[in-house]
């Protein structure tokens, strides 16, 4: 079974400017995250599908954060613009439904200069 | 994760059993999960336990879970080098995971 996939893996920009991650699921899982994983701490949810619904962005600075998952597959996180503080490690999981253990993706580092 | 409590480093001689404790704040989790993490890769889900157990085994691995204290212990067998590596605890409640902030274990030759 094919792991969930995450591209680029690195990603450095300078602030202000915009970004975007893309996530493919394993095949079948209905339910989708993005987390933010700052170095030493552990993942904090931005923002969660069931298909192409949300059904929890609380978390997600909507300012300057966006993420849509059109077709019920693939998913795009970006951000626009880019401060800072958001170098981290960008993490997408899925899960078979909602309340299922979630298996994640290597991850995206982005780093802000 | 301010709701989900590890302590930071455990340092353990290969071959002993490592012992790796998480405290934790809602009473009404459904699930509790480790998961571990090596360096430059996402979270590798290790074994996870439903909050109406206290116990679960899986080869080298065995999960202990006190509800009463809200306490969750996940001890490694016969520890090996390959398991050094930042090791999270979770809880899920209604689909949605707080994440400690991880325990680096160190496994010395």
């Known amino acids: 079974e094919a792991g969930v996939a995450q591209s680029p893996r690195y990603k450095i920009i300078e602030k202000r400017q915009s970004v975007a991650f893309w996530c493919n699921p394993i095949s079948g899982h209905a339910t989708l995250y993005w987390y933010q994983q700052i170095l030493g701490q552990g993942p904090k949810l931005l923002i969660q599908?069931?298909?192409?619904?949300?059904?929890?962005d609380s978390q997600l600075p909507k300012d300057r954060f966006s993420a849509e998952r059109l077709k019920g597959v693939d998913s795009t996180l970006k951000i626009q613009p880019a401060k800072l503080e958001d170098s981290a490690v960008y993490l997408c999981a899925s899960s078979l439904a909602r309340d299922q253990p979630q298996h994640f993706g290597d991850g995206t580092r982005l780093s802000i200069l | 994760g301010e709701d989900v409590e590890q302590s930071l480093f455990l340092s353990v001689r290969e071959g002993d059993s490592s012992v790796i404790n998480c405290t934790y704040t809602d009473s009404s989790s459904t699930y509790l999960y480790w998961y571990k993490q090596e360096p430059g890769a996402g979270l590798q889900l290790l074994t996870y336990i439903f909050s109406n157990m206290d116990m679960k085994q899986d080869q080298r691995l065995t999960v202990l879970l006190n509800k009463k204290d809200k306490h969750l212990s996940l001890r490694i067998a016969d520890t090996q080098t390959g398991d050094s590596a930042i090791y999270f605890c979770?809880?899920?409640?209604?689909?949605?995971?707080?994440f400690g902030d991880g325990t680096t274990l160190t496994v010395k030759p």
């Open positions: 599908f069931q298909n192409n619904g949300v059904v929890d």
């Open positions: 979770a809880e899920s409640m209604e689909s949605k995971s707080t």
